[in-house]
C-alpha cells in the first residue's frame, strides 16, 4: 500500500466496468481502491491483501453522487488583465457524510493552476483561500462558501507589487513525464510553471530530448515558452544540464548525448 498508481480509468455516468488486474497485482501485498469525482472528496476502500484463489474484495456496485456547487473563478491584476495563478483550497468544514459501504471519505487540500480563469466543481461548504504568483505579485488569502446545486463567481484580484522590468524569469532545470523520475504530465508541468509566474522553463529531462511546446496548449502560449534541454546522467563528473537543443524526434529518446561507453 503506497502511492504508486497500478492502473487509472475514466468513467462516465451509468458505465459498468470490469477489472482484470493479476497481472498487476502481487500476493500478499496490501492495495487500495480510490475513486476520483470532480467535486467530491476522494474514496479508498478499507485496504486489502490480494490472493488470486479469492479475487478482489472491493465490495462496490453502485456510487451515489453526493451534491456538488460549481465555483467560477477569474484571477486578474491590478489593472484588471486576467493573468494565471495558483489557489490552494482547503475546506473548514469537515463534515462531508458519504454512505458507501466499506469506504471513507478523504478530502484533500486543493492545489489548483489556473490560467487566467477555471470552473471547479467542489463540496458544498466554506473553503479558506490562498492565492499566489510567484515573487512579483502579493498573496493574498480568504474564505468562500459553495452551495450545493448553485453557481458561485468570483473575481480575485493580486497586486503587482513588484514588478522587474526588462527581465524575464526562467527555471533551467524542470522534469515531466519523460524523465524516468518524473510522473507529472508535461502539460500539467507547464501549467503549473506558468501559475507560479515562470517565462521561460528548460525541459531537462533525463536522458531525453524533446520539445515540450508540442503539449502546451494554446491558452499557455501567450505566458511561457519552453525551450528544448536535457539533463545528462553522467556519473563523472557529475549530472549536467544542457540547452539549447533543436529537436530530434526521428531519433530514439531524440538522441540524446552518449557519455557512457
Not at 501485498?29 to 480510490?34: K, N, S, V
Not at 488470486?52 to 453522487?65: F, H, K, S, T
Not at 484588471?80 to 475546506?91: D, F, K, S, V
Amino acid at each position: 500500500l503506497g502511492e504508486q498508481r497500478l492502473r487509472e480509468i475514466d468513467l462516465i455516468s451509468n458505465e459498468e466496468i470490469s477489472l482484470l488486474l493479476p497481472g498487476l497485482l502481487k500476493m500478499d501485498e496490501h492495495y487500495q481502491l480510490r475513486i476520483w469525482i470532480p467535486g467530491v472528496p476522494e474514496l479508498r476502500s478499507d485496504p486489502f491483501i490480494y490472493d488470486a484463489q479469492e479475487g478482489v474484495p472491493l465490495g462496490i456496485n453502485d456510487i451515489i453522487l453526493p451534491s456538488r456547487g460549481l465555483l467560477e473563478l477569474s484571477v486578474q491584476d491590478d489593472r484588471g488583465q486576467e493573468i494565471p495563478a495558483t489557489l490552494r483550497l482547503t475546506p473548514i468544514d469537515e463534515n462531508f457524510p458519504i454512505d458507501i459501504a466499506g469506504y471513507q471519505a478523504y478530502l484533500n487540500t486543493e492545489l489548483i493552476h489556473i490560467i487566467e480563469h477555471i470552473d471547479i466543481w467542489l463540496s458544498p461548504g466554506r473553503y479558506k483561500y490562498t492565492l499566489t504568483r510567484g515573487y512579483e505579485y502579493e498573496p493574498i488569502q480568504g474564505e468562500l462558501e459553495v452551495i450545493s446545486g448553485q453557481v458561485t463567481s468570483e473575481v480575485l484580484t493580486l497586486q503587482h507589487l513588484n514588478p522587474i522590468k526588462n527581465y524575464l524569469s526562467f527555471d533551467g532545470h524542470v522534469h515531466a513525464g519523460p524523465s524516468p523520475d518524473s510522473d507529472i504530465l508535461i502539460k500539467d508541468r507547464l501549467r503549473g510553471a506558468t501559475a507560479e509566474g515562470l517565462d521561460i522553463v528548460a525541459g531537462s529531462d533525463h536522458e531525453i530530448i524533446t520539445d515540450w511546446k508540442v503539449n502546451m496548449g494554446e491558452q499557455l502560449r501567450p505566458w511561457i515558452l519552453p525551450i528544448i534541454a536535457e539533463e545528462s546522467t553522467a556519473t563523472l563528473p557529475e549530472h549536467m544540464n544542457i540547452y539549447p537543443l533543436e529537436p530530434r524526434s526521428d531519433t530514439l529518446r531524440g538522441d540524446p548525448p552518449r557519455w557512457y561507453g
